[in-house]
């Protein structure tokens, strides 16, 4: 392999967690509680709009914590990108107690925004019921942050560089990583891409081209959850077991819904547990008998 495929591979085997520095969680909860402020005022504020434009109503829930994003799946056939931690609890029920046009935080957050600045409202009875508390409505703010020195970001840098190692692959490369990226995505969408371009490259008529793709189809979808305790521990060992078990159950459904030619949908990790999604009745996954035949007996295939 190249170098550049070495990185690919080493890289999506980490292990993407934040820095267990106090400091450098003070300037991320800082960071992302300001960035929720101004999402809601950009999505809710009517200020220099026409009184008749639609606005988003949006509603936001901010956790924090020990995170970890891992692959899984193979280099053959799909994989999925999964994201888990305890933070994603944290902003399901923040999120759920919010109204449209507020922001809540976790009392993780409250905790963090305290130390950091001033917090309005009573928050330490927030933090003993270990309850969301609500830290921005539209355009008002009910925390404040002090001021911190700014250091100069990175992160242009680093997108430069991105582009520069992109415009240094040659055709191989790149044909390899359009292959390795495929992987994420839906095998209909991939199929779909490679269809149309071939059949319409020459065509400059959109509309004939949606004509030709729009369709009605009666699917099969079916929800599987495996009841496994799915949470990171920050113990190396343990969390190593968890992310194989996880990897292990994508690349058994895969397998399962390959013999039987139907679709893996999602594969997520969220307040609810881990879930799996597939799908029959999509194009290439379509056939007489379909559900009897195909989907109830790859359903219960893959329970067992």
Request: hydrophobic share 35%.
């Amino acid at each position: 392999r190249s170098s550049f495929e070495e990185n690919f591979v080493r890289r999506r085997s980490s292990l993407d967690v934040p820095s267990d520095s106090s400091s450098e969680k003070d300037k991320l909860v800082r960071r992302t509680s300001q960035r929720g402020l101004t999402l809601q005022r950009g999505s809710s504020s009517r200020s220099g709009l026409d009184p008749s434009a639609a606005i988003l109503n949006v509603k936001c829930g901010i956790g924090v914590g020990r995170v970890a994003g891992i692959h899984v799946g193979d280099d053959i056939s799909r994989r999925e990108y999964i994201i888990l931690g305890d933070p994603i609890d944290q902003v399901a029920k923040a999120e759920a107690a919010a109204s449209h046009g507020e922001v809540f935080a976790s009392p993780e957050v409250i905790e963090y925004l305290a130390k950091i600045g001033t917090v309005q409202g009573d928050w330490e009875t927030a933090l003993k019921e270990r309850t969301p508390m609500r830290i921005a409505l539209r355009e008002e703010k009910f925390f404040e942050a002090h001021k911190c020195r700014r250091r100069s970001s990175n992160m242009s840098a680093s997108a430069d560089n991105v582009l520069q190692r992109c415009d240094n692959l040659d055709y191989s490369e790149l044909i390899w990583l359009k292959r390795m990226i495929s992987l994420y995505a839906h095998p209909v969408v991939v199929n779909d891409d490679n269809e149309t371009t071939s059949r319409f490259k020459n065509e400059s008529d959109d509309l004939e081209r949606h004509l030709a793709e729009a369709e009605l189809r009666n699917v099969y979808t079916c929800f599987i959850s495996p009841l496994i305790d799915y949470k990171i521990t920050g113990d190396e060992e343990k969390d190593k077991q968890l992310f194989n078990l996880l990897n292990d159950i994508m690349n058994l459904a895969r397998r399962q819904l390959d013999r039987a030619c139907g679709h893996l949908r999602q594969f997520i990790v969220d307040d609810k547990g881990v879930v799996l999604i597939f799908t029959f009745g999509l194009r290439g996954s379509t056939f007489p008998n379909m559900i009897a035949h195909h989907a109830i007996p790859v359903t219960l295939s893959i329970c067992e």
